[in-house]
């Protein structure tokens, strides 16, 4: 898929998002499970999203506009220790709000590093979706850091603790695996909204 994307803006409280104007797709997961390098490598532009190895690097909701037809929303990572508490009771508030009251969303895409699998936030955070019928993709990342087989293993092993309906993509911002899938399954998401 030829890819052009634009950074939108960015915001520190509601009253900063940008006009519901587009179907948007929330990219959601723990700090550093690679949100905002998928978003760089999904699109193609190296840069367009901030990426760190340093955990908490994201702070604000950023949009970024795809081939002028959705949005893709980096939003702050969660489970992140090291911020401070007002930091993260801060996040929280922002991320709800985002992700209830957003007329415009038209799903999330929940990340979770192949190497650590769910952990109770994620175990948390997909009923709370179903209930607010927010329709999920789940994308496993860092594919390239496990061998094919133990890749597979966690696979089956995510789709049985979410309950999920279809397999999650095992996806690597690194080399570009499950990118024509992940694509598919969000280009999906995107037509169902508009
Ligand atoms: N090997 C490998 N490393 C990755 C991949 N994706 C991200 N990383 C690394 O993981 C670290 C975190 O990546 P980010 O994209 O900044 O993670 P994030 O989820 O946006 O983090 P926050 O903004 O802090 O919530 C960086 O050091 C990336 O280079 C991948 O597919 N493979
Ligand atoms: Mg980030």
Redesign the pocket.
């Known amino acids: 898929m030829k890819v052009h994307a634009r950074f939108v803006t960015s915001a520190s409280k509601p009253s900063e998002f940008p006009a519901p104007n587009l179907p948007e797709i929330a990219v959601v ?10 978003i ?2 999904l699109t193609g532009q190296d840069g367009l ?10 702070r604000l909701v950023n949009w970024f506009e795809v081939n002028g037809k959705f949005h893709l929303v ?1 939003l ?2 969660y489970g ?1 220790a090291e911020v401070s508490r007002e930091m993260r009771e801060s996040w929280r508030p922002l991320i709800e709000s985002y992700l209830a009251d957003r007329k415009t969303l038209a799903g999330v895409l929940l ?1 979770i590093d192949v190497r650590r699998g769910s952990q109770d936030e994620e175990l948390d955070f997909v009923p709370w979706l179903e209930a607010k019928e927010i329709p999920i993709v789940v994308a496993l ?5 496990l061998a094919k087989n133990k890749r597979m293993l966690e696979v089956a092993k995510a789709k049985k603790a979410l309950g999920l309906k279809r397999d999650p993509f095992a ?5 570009g695996e499950g990118f024509d899938p992940l694509w598919r399954a969000l280009a999906a998401l995107v037509d169902k909204k508009k």
């Open positions: 997961g723990r700090s550093n499970v690679g949100k905002s390098s998928l760089n490598a999203a901030r990426t760190s190895r340093t955990p908490g690097r994201t980096d702050p990572g992140y990340l990342t860092k594919s390239d850091k996806v690597s911002a690194q080399d």
